[in-house]
């Protein structure tokens, strides 16, 4: 599936909630992992304010990717966040949803 750049360039991001590990099954502990570098995944919740408006997005990043001492409030800057459509069927349900993910997240200097 394809995945679109989202441009943050006039935006203002802040820490929302801190990171925590992703999760493959959480009745077995199994972490996600990134699929190219083997890098485990951790899940950041990002407030981005942006021309009067402001979202709360739960963006997906390999922890080779994020600082020690990200917190809530701290404005921080991201690299490559992309966005995706997913769907899937569980137990005769459709889901479906957006993902977000980043290849970095940094303190805003």
Known sequence: MPSFKIDLSTAVVFVATAPEPK???KKTGERAVDRET???MSTVGLLV???GEGNLYQVTVPETGLPDGLMPGMPVRVTGLRARDWENEFNGQ???GISFRAIAITPAA
């Open 23 to 25: 999760m493959v099954n």
């Open 38 to 40: 083997g890098a485990d």
């Open 49 to 51: 304010s942006d021309e």
């Open 94 to 96: 459709k889901r479906h």
